[in-house]
Nanobody, 121 residues
Framework: EVQLVESGGGLVQPGGSLRLSCAAS????????MAWVRQAPGKGLEWVST?????????RYADSVQGRFTITRDNGKNTLYLQMNTLKPEDTAVYYC?????????????WGQGTQVTVSS
């Protein structure tokens, strides 16, 4: 059974940082591209970032987070990360990790339960 468990969310002041983690199990993590998606209150899902399978050498970011967020993966620990710096109130959302069936061009086929990030003074 595929499982994705996010952690690391919380309340942070504007300008602060958080690192989200996504522990994966039930599939061959190294074989799958991974992504982060978020949903702000009252809004739809917004893609945040994607990282390629294998060594994760290819990454892509939404314009809204480019230069502030960094996606990484540790295949030895079956864990995906999202380092979020210079956080803004508009980054407030539930953050979900998602796996793709294989490479970055595939659709997301499994999701975690999400972790809440609140950016507020």
């Amino acid at each position: 059974e595929v499982q994705l468990v996010e952690s690391g969310g919380g309340l942070v002041q504007p300008g602060g940082s958080l690192r989200l983690s996504c522990a994966a199990s039930g599939f061959t993590f190294n074989d799958c591209a991974m992504a982060w998606v978020r949903q702000a209150p009252g809004k739809g899902l917004e893609w945040v970032s994607t990282q390629s399978n294998g060594n994760g050498g290819t990454t892509r970011y939404a314009d809204s987070v480019q230069g502030r967020f960094t996606i990484t993966r540790d295949n030895g620990k079956n864990t995906l990360y999202l380092q979020m710096n210079t956080l803004k109130p508009e980054d407030t959302a539930v953050y979900y990790c998602a796996k793709k069936a294989q490479s970055m061009s595939y659709s997301n086929d499994a999701w975690g339960q999400g972790t809440q990030v609140t950016v507020s003074s």
